[in-house]
C-alpha cells in the first residue's frame, strides 16, 4: 500500500466507523493551474460529488483535469439552505469535496457554516491546503509577518470603509485586505486619508497570473502609481498594509486620544500649530501628527 493509499483508508476508515463519508476542504489555483496540488488533484478526482461556489469556473478547473464529476452549487446566497443536502450526502456514505472560485475555501469565501455543522455532527472534516491569495501577497511583500490582521473586504460604502479603517488605525499587526478593481482607487484614497501619506503599502495585483504585478512605497506613491497605470484598475488585488508605529500611532504611550486633542486644538488653532502642541504634551514625532491632523481635517470636510 502506497503512503497516498495508507493516508485515504485511515481517514476513510475513521469516517465510515460511523457509516459517514468525509468532506475536505480543497484549495485550488488563484491563478497558475500548475499550482493544484497532486493531493488535490486527488482528492478531486476521487470525490462523490464536488460541492463549489461557481460550479462553471469549478467546471473548467475539472475539465483541466480530464475529470467528469457531480457537482452541487454552494455560494453565499445559498449556503444554510445547502447545508441539510450536504449532510445528508455525507451521512449516506459519499466523500465531498469543498471547494471555492479559487484559493483556500472558507478565506473570505463560502463554507464557514457547512464546516461547523459538518463537524457538529460528527463528521470528519479533512483540509487539502494550497495556494491562498492572502498567504500569497504576504509571503511577497516584504513587510513584518510575525504578526498580521486579515480583515478580507472593506466595506463598499466610503463611510463604512472609513470607519473599518478608523477602527485599524492603531493596530500594531500588519494589515491584509482584498478588493475588488472597481473600489481599488477608492479604498486607496480612503487609506490615505485615515493611515497617512507615508504608511507603507504593498497592493498585489493579479496574483500567479500573467500580468501579475507588485505596487510597493508610501500609500500616496502606490495611489499615484496606480491612476498612472490604464492597467493597474484590473484584476483581483491583496492589499498589503503594515501596521502602526507605536510612536506615530493615534494614541500616546500613556493611553491618551490624540485624535481627539488634535480636533479640539484645530477647531481654534492652523495645524502646524496644534501639530507642535500636541508633540510637546505626548512627546510624539511632531511631522506624524502633522500628516495625521491634515488627514482627520481632509476627512472632516468631506
Keep these: 500500500?502506497?503512503?497516498?493509499?495508507?493516508?485515504?483508508?485511515?481517514?476513510?476508515?475513521a469516517a465510515t466507523a460511523a457509516g459517514a463519508g468525509t468532506l475536505y476542504i480543497v484549495a485550488t489555483p488563484i491563478g497558475n493551474l500548475d499550482d493544484l496540488s497532486a493531493r488535490a488533484g486527488r482528492i478531486l478526482a476521487a470525490a462523490d460529488l464536488v460541492v463549489a461556489e461557481d460550479t462553471r469556473r469549478t467546471g473548467q478547473l475539472l475539465q483541466h483535469l480530464g475529470v467528469r464529476k457531480s457537482m452541487l452549487a454552494l455560494h453565499d446566497h445559498n449556503e444554510r439552505d445547502r447545508v441539510p443536502r450536504v449532510l445528508a450526502e455525507l451521512r449516506a456514505g459519499r466523500n465531498l469535496a469543498l471547494v471555492s472560485d479559487a484559493g483556500t475555501p472558507l478565506i473570505s469565501d463560502p463554507g464557514y457554516v457547512?464546516?461547523?455543522?459538518?463537524?457538529?455532527?460528527?463528521?470528519?472534516?479533512?483540509?487539502?491546503?494550497?495556494?491562498?491569495a492572502l498567504v500569497a501577497a504576504l509571503s511577497a511583500a516584504g513587510l513584518p509577518t510575525d504578526r498580521f490582521l486579515f480583515?478580507?473586504?472593506?466595506?463598499?460604502?466610503?463611510?463604512?470603509r472609513r470607519a473599518e479603517l478608523e477602527s485599524l488605525r492603531r493596530e500594531a499587526a500588519t494589515l491584509v485586505f482584498y478588493e475588488s478593481p472597481h473600489r481599488i482607487l477608492e479604498t486607496l484614497d480612503d487609506i490615505l486619508s485615515v493611515m497617512g501619506e507615508t504608511r507603507e503599502l504593498v497592493v498585489a495585483r493579479e496574483l500567479t497570473k500573467t500580468f501579475e504585478t507588485f505596487y510597493a512605497g508610501p500609500v500616496a506613491q502606490v495611489r499615484a502609481c496606480l491612476a498612472g497605470d490604464p492597467n493597474a484598475t484590473r484584476g483581483e488585488f491583496v492589499l498589503v498594509l503594515r501596521g502602526a508605529d507605536p510612536e506615530s500611532?493615534?494614541?500616546?504611550?500613556?493611553?491618551?486620544?490624540?485624535?481627539?486633542?488634535?480636533?479640539?486644538?484645530?477647531a481654534e488653532l492652523p495645524v502646524k500649530t496644534v501639530a507642535k502642541i500636541v508633540a510637546e504634551a505626548t512627546g510624539l514625532a511632531k511631522n506624524a501628527l502633522y500628516q495625521r491632523a491634515l488627514a482627520l481635517k481632509g476627512a472632516e470636510s468631506e
Excluded: N, W
Aim: aromatic share 2%; glycine share 14%.
Design 1 to 13: 500500500m502506497s503512503e497516498h493509499d495508507h493516508e485515504q483508508s485511515a481517514v476513510t476508515g
Design 114 to 132: 457547512v464546516v461547523r455543522e459538518a463537524r457538529a455532527a460528527g463528521i470528519a472534516v479533512v483540509p487539502v491546503p494550497g495556494p491562498c
Design 151 to 160: 480583515a478580507g473586504f472593506l466595506p463598499a460604502k466610503r463611510a463604512g
Design 249 to 266: 500611532a493615534g494614541a500616546g504611550a500613556d493611553g491618551l486620544d490624540v485624535d481627539r486633542m488634535l480636533r479640539l486644538l484645530m
